[in-house]
């Protein structure tokens, strides 16, 4: 754990806030991924939802919040414009109609194959060689853990 920062060393302006920079890195990328996302009629956030669908189809929508660390009630909505769209559908358990599992449908599963396209796209756009990014990507999941274990002490 560091230790504690005095008052004249903490960042002053948002520019120098570690939050300010992802959030506004964050909005880089969504405008980044947009005209691409665009033309498969798809957000970020759903696109997302889609690339761990094709990693596990069939996932619980529980499951589903968990990889995506959304709650459900922000979930449910975009879930149910992919099924709309005609990308999932979404099915109740057999066993216990609590659950329920969402599966790609086969126009889905046809997307993914612009998903190597756009990852090269945005991977370009970083400027960064893949060394860099993968570092950079284990460096901000392990910012992102350590504030949510800060935060579930609360």
């Known amino acids: 754990m560091p230790k504690p920062l005095s008052r004249d060393k903490l960042p002053k302006s948002a520019e120098e806030l570690i939050c ?12 980044a991924y947009s005209p691409m996302l665009k033309k498969l009629k798809l957000t970020y956030p ?27 009630s922000t979930l449910t909505p975009l879930l149910k414009r992919l099924e709309a769209l005609g990308y999932i559908k979404r099915q109740r358990g057999k066993e216990d109609e609590r659950q329920v599992f969402v599966h790609l449908t086969k126009v889905g599963s046809s997307l993914q194959k612009h998903a190597g396209d756009i990852t090269r796209c945005i991977i370009e756009a970083t400027g960064y060689d893949l060394d860099t990014l993968d570092t950079l990507v284990k460096t901000i999941a392990e910012l992102r853990d350590n504030v949510i274990l800060t935060n579930s002490d609360a």
């Open 20 to 31: 300010f920079n992802i959030y506004s890195a964050g909005h880089a990328f969504n405008r």
């Open 46 to 72: 759903q696109y997302i939802t889609l690339t761990i669908l094709w990693e596990t189809d069939g996932l619980k929508v529980g499951d589903l919040c968990e990889k995506l660390r959304l709650e459900s």
